[in-house]
């Protein structure tokens, strides 16, 4: 009978041992909140060259992180770009590589992350972490719960649902729906400055009903500048300067979003969480952009510096995208980094910061090393393959897109008959000066990465679909 006391006493005090020590770990760990903009371009905020557009609280942010100008979204549309992030499988080998993919018949629909699909949600889930997803998810069939982000292991989600839900034919899309299809909240005009602002009070909600004794990762998926929020509300900020409205709005929405990441950041500050939290922003590719006369203009604001293309370019307009990471007293304030990575080294490096196996799946490298000082592990290459969907775009090539970088090297290929385009960053950023003749050896090891570093996707096959007519033009992308 002592010898059984004995052993459950010891039972206790091992109990206890492991609680205090996951406890004490939990307490040492950071927190990471993770801001992603929606088709903001390279150069759109002050800290990576803009000049008119004001956004002085990512400027300050700036000045205390390390900025990255050599860093990649996953691709340049929203759909394919998130997969990357979610997975932190590349461009080439994530299931899904457009806005829509093509089903045959003319059947151009959106795909989405099965239900199954190990993401940024069960990463954070096993690791003990609070998690929260805020915003646009963009990755889910709508009428298929099981593939929101709620069920992605994410313990809140307000999640805005991008598409009309068949099982409720009288659904709003502007709006968040709360933990899968709970609840809805609608989008005001009247209430709210931007949708920014509406989706910035459910995280103050989240980090207000947080356990304390748990790390937190806070997935701010914000609306601008893609946003569609009226004419009047979004131009507030420079309705008294004479240019087109559309860019009024295109301003405005930016500033309104730096205010928000003000807002959120001050109020970190507020309730003491700032010292052990890391803070990444980014965008989700480059900036979107219409037709002369009917949409935001790339050279009005200079959206993407020296940068060629934007949204739905494979060009370095369309995929490099701004990164600040933000650490106190871990990394040099106001530091810079050419290291080139992107959207799929994001899994990796939080894997390694939560303390977590990083998972097989990834193709990614984490950056940590670099964050803290260390000897980094590059990339030999990265590689892009994008189809171009048959919603409402001509289609005469197929609309297949295939880019490489290799060190300084760049090359492009529109379309699988096209040749690929060489081009050297180091003294070409602006992808201005082919050099394809001039180094046939370069390009052909960028053809064999084209044609064996990816793997197939039922929806989107390699070289894409050729058409020749305007597709029905069914969702909005």
């Given at each position: ?266 109020y970190l500050e507020s309730i003491g969480e700032m010292d052990n939290t890391i803070v990444m922003y980014t965008s989700d590719n480059g900036a979107h952009f219409g037709a002369a006369g009917k949409g935001h203009q790339l050279e009005f604001f200079d959206s993407n510096g020296n940068l060629k293309g ?117 003294n070409d950023e602006s992808e201005t000066n082919d050099l394809s003749e001039k180094y046939p050896e370069i390009i052909a090891r960028i053809s064999k990465i084209f044609k064996n570093s990816r793997n197939e996707a039922p929806a989107f096959p390699y070289g894409g679909i050729k058409q020749n007519h ?8």
């Open positions: 009978m002592k010898i059984h006391s004995s052993f459950w006493l010891l039972g206790i005090i091992l109990n206890c041992f492991i609680f205090f020590s996951c406890e004490k770990q939990n307490q040492k760990r950071p927190n990471i909140v993770f801001l992603l903009a929606d088709d903001l371009g390279y150069n759109e905020i002050g800290a990576y060259g803009q000049k008119i557009i004001k956004t002085p609280n990512l400027d300050k942010l700036a000045k205390q992180s390390m900025r990255f100008t050599d860093f990649y979204a996953g691709n340049s549309v929203c759909a394919p770009s998130r997969a990357v992030l979610l997975t932190g499988v590349s461009s080439a080998n994530v299931p899904i590589r457009g806005n829509a993919g093509y089903f045959g018949k003319d059947d151009w629909s959106p795909t989405w992350l099965e239900s199954d699909t190990f993401t940024l949600g069960e990463l954070f889930k096993s690791a003990r972490y609070q998690s929260a997803f805020i915003g646009k998810w963009h990755l889910d069939n709508p009428d298929d719960i099981s593939t929101w982000a709620f069920s992605h292991s994410f313990d809140f989600a307000a999640q805005e649902q991008w598409t009309h839900r068949k099982s409720k034919r009288n659904f709003s899309k502007s709006g968040l729906w709360l933990n899968g299809d709970q609840k809805h909240f609608p989008y005001d005009f009247n209430k709210h400055e931007c949708k920014d602002a509406f989706y910035t009070n459910f995280a103050i909600d989240f980090l207000d009903n947080k356990e304390s004794d748990k790390p937190f990762f806070l997935f701010m998926s914000y609306r601008a500048p893609h946003s569609f929020e009226g004419p009047i509300r979004d131009t507030l900020e420079y309705v008294n300067q004479d240019w087109p409205k559309v860019e009024q709005a295109q301003a405005a929405k930016i500033t309104l979003q730096d205010k928000q990441v003000g807002r959120l950041l001050d934007g949204k739905r370019d494979l060009y370095e307009g369309g995929v490099r995208v701004p990164l600040l990471v933000y650490w106190r007293d871990k990394i040099t304030a106001g530091s810079v980094t050419d290291h080139v990575s992107a959207f799929q080294d994001l899994m990796p490096t939080f894997s390694e910061i939560i303390g977590v196996e990083k998972p097989d799946q990834t193709d990614g490298i984490s950056f940590l090393p670099l964050l803290k000082g260390e000897v980094q592990e590059k990339h030999e290459y990265l590689n892009w393959e994008f189809q171009l969907s048959g919603w409402f775009q001509r289609l005469p090539d197929g609309g297949f897109r295939q880019s490489a970088r290799i060190g300084k090297w760049k090359g492009v290929r529109y379309g699988i008959d096209s040749r690929i385009e060489l081009y050297d960053l180091n305007i597709s029905m033009h069914r969702y909005s992308n």
